[in-house]
């Protein structure tokens, strides 16, 4: 069954205003990735983290990788109508690397 | 560079039928993956394969699926018989090496009628 736990499930925000959406894990992970997703087509890949503590951004996003390593998040500042979509957090656990596990998603709708 | 490139875009067949997707992960990727996407069960794994050999196919629901990669540039996901409840988007994603971060396709959604 899936392992992390993302939240909130939906988020209704008007433009300019930041976006923060978080992953949990019951087990360390190595790897934490973001992805959005645009109706019609495949994850894309936002950020990715390799260490314990990271913190990287990319843009208006910026995202960390937790120091227990079972936790992440993301933040999106100053949004736009054009960040509307499902964004997934995604991560590769200690205990069966390489099986990249997904979270439930966050839906974030913008509105003017 | 071309990205990871999923064929057919679209499917549908009648239930009973043998379906089969097909997939070219990115080139010099040496892992790739198999999802399936629902509303109800979001983004769930089926198998991936690392150097061409299934590492983990745990998520596959049950016989009827089936998953290969003959060589480092094909993988297909076959479902014989296909039955209405499989029905959802199939992923296939590609990545560099083993557990860094992975590369989707555009995705094949099958309609089982």
């Known amino acids: 069954g899936q392992q992390l736990n993302q939240s909130p499930q939906s988020m209704f925000i008007q433009e300019g205003e930041d976006v923060s959406m978080n992953c949990t894990s019951s087990s360390i992970f190595n790897t934490w990735l973001w992805y959005k997703q645009d109706p019609g087509e495949g994850p894309v890949l936002l950020i990715a983290l390799y ?52 979270g439930a998603g966050t839906q974030v709708v913008v509105t003017p | 560079d071309a990205g990871v490139i999923q064929s057919p875009r679209h499917e549908v067949t009648e239930m009973g039928q043998e379906v089969t997707l097909r997939c070219k992960p990115i080139s010099g990727h040496n892992s790739l993956f198999w999802y399936r996407q629902t509303m109800m069960r979001g983004l769930e ?59 989707f396709g555009q995705g094949t959604r099958l309609t089982v009628v």
């Open chain 1, 51 to 102: 260490k314990a503590g990271e913190l990287t951004s990319n843009g208006r996003l910026t995202a960390q990788f937790g120091i227990t390593r079972k936790d992440s998040f993301l933040n999106i500042s100053a949004s736009i109508p054009s960040d509307v979509g499902i964004y997934f957090c995604a991560g590769n656990p200690t205990d069966s690397w390489g099986k990249l596990q997904f």
């Open chain 2, 45 to 103: 794994l089926l198998i991936y394969f690392n150097n061409n050999v299934p590492i983990d196919d745990s998520g596959m629901p049950e016989d009827r699926f089936s998953a290969k990669m003959p060589n480092a540039s094909f993988s297909t996901l076959k479902i014989q018989p296909s039955e209405p409840r499989d029905s959802a988007v199939y992923f296939c994603a590609s990545s560099l090496a083993r557990g860094l971060e992975a590369f």
